[in-house]
């Protein structure tokens, strides 16, 4: 196997790479799909995370620019790469209540029931933010409403615990249905 013989990198050339890497994450914060496309068709990889472990898909998503994420899923990211604190897209989106984005990441293989270290799932914390659209999306696409988080507590519970005004009687109705 022949070894590479790069010379390794000098300060002026890291500094430079940094403040690249910058503009690529802000570029998927602000939504610029044509720009995220041009330099993902060179090269750069769908699932670069930057050092909270947040990827170009988590950002994108997270400030619910829609055709940067079809840009990104497009051309290959992962919609289940959780960051550093173990939140997905999905569980994001479930927070902040854009139900097309939480459409696209489903259509494109997010894990509906996917949870992070704490147990959370899209669900919970789409109940918790009384997001009652998106809790129909999830629910819709097979999320368990009897899963629990690392605290003992489903997404009614969940959604009681704060304060939503709509989910809980959403997420009631489900569970008896069921029960």
Do not use: W
């Amino acid at each position: 196997m022949e070894q590479s013989t790069r010379p390794p990198m000098t300060t002026q050339e890291e500094e430079e790479l940094q403040a690249f890497a910058t503009q690529v994450f802000d570029l998927a914060r602000r939504g610029d799909a044509e720009m995220l496309d041009a330099l993902l068709g060179q090269g750069l990889p769908p699932n670069l995370r930057n050092q909270k472990g947040d990827t170009l898909l988590m950002l994108a998503s997270y400030h619910g620019h829609l055709d940067a994420c079809r840009c990104l899923l497009q051309r290959g990211a992962d919609p289940n790469i959780a960051n550093d604190a173990g939140q997905t897209p999905l569980a994001g989106i479930g927070f902040k209540g854009h139900t097309a984005m939480a459409a696209l990441l489903l259509e494109h293989g997010a894990e509906v029931d996917a949870s992070g270290p704490d147990g959370r799932t899209a669900l919970m914390m789409a109940a918790m933010f009384d997001r009652t659209e998106i809790v129909d999306l999830l629910l819709r696409h097979g999320a368990d409403p009897t899963r629990t988080d690392a605290r003992g507590l489903d997404a009614l519970a969940s959604a009681q615990a704060m304060g939503a005004t709509h989910t809980p009687a959403q997420l009631g109705a489900v569970l008896q249905a069921q029960g």
